[in-house]
């Protein structure tokens, strides 16, 4: 438990550090008059550095030394960096996640190494990384999501499917950045914490595999949950509205909440609350390992009564 507690402490002091180095960089998100902006100052994006070492040290403490997770989470924190700072294509940025996913499954092998495991390894990846980037559009939002997931990856860990340090430290790394990214913000993750988180989350429902496709499908859709619900949300507005894909509005579920009143904790707690029932749901029922019939079925029932009740409370809206 040595590396939870240094996963914490070395996020956390990287925060503090990065609200003195970020503007020193050129790393930071300015507000500028900008529609798609909350925020009322400057902040640094540099949060997800922190969530990186926070995790990759505390695991090479808890005696953990994988190889694919820090080979594709280096390659997207470099690419959310070059983003941050510069800004790139959605072309691009899209390459850059591919190659990235790739390497990772690739590296990970167990299950993954047959055509179709190896396609649905590279998919999730690349769901999980722009469904977490997303939804980072208000103080602490990401973060305690995916602080929720955390913890499912190391109960699953802990139920035999994965590794539960992964979980265990990863959980500690997010509280530690959590604690200068809570309303107001001192620091945001930026799009380098975005698409390290995705891949730090993609990852725990991937080494599940040696416990079979199926408990995976299921440990992915919990862990990725309100991610994905939010993600699903604004491809289905944007298609209606004959928008870019790939562009950016404040039509988010987040938004729209905020629009009709709720603070930014209120929003937030809701959205924790939803994934704990999601992550218990799903990877709860993962350990019975029930197949592919059960496993869809689970996902399309819950899913079906997510969006359903979400809609009898207003509070996911398709379109503007």
Sequence with gaps: MVGVVVGFAVALAWSYFAT???PRVGIVDTPGGDALKVHSRPTPLLGGVGVFAGLHVGLLIEG???VALLAGSSLVLVLGLVDDRSGLSPKVRLIAEV?????LVALIGDGLRNPAGFAFGVVLVLVAINAVNLLDGIDALVGSTAFISALGIAWAGAAG????????????AL???LILNRPR??????????YTIGVFLAYGALRTTQEGVWPMLLIAAGLLGVFVIDLTVTILRRARNGKELFGGDRSHIYDQLRDRGWSTGRVVIAATTLQTALVAAFVGYAFSNPGPIGAIAAIIAMGAATLVGAWRLHL???VD
């Design 20 to 22: 003195w180095l970020g």
């Design 64 to 66: 953990v030394d994988d």
């Design 99 to 103: 190659i990235a996913a790739t390497v």
């Design 161 to 172: 499917f994965g590794e539960w340090q992964l979980g265990a430290v990863l959980a500690a």
């Design 175 to 177: 509280a530690g950045f």
């Design 185 to 194: 913000a001192r620091i945001f993750l930026g799009d380098n914490g975005a």
């Design 316 to 318: 996911f809206v398709v």
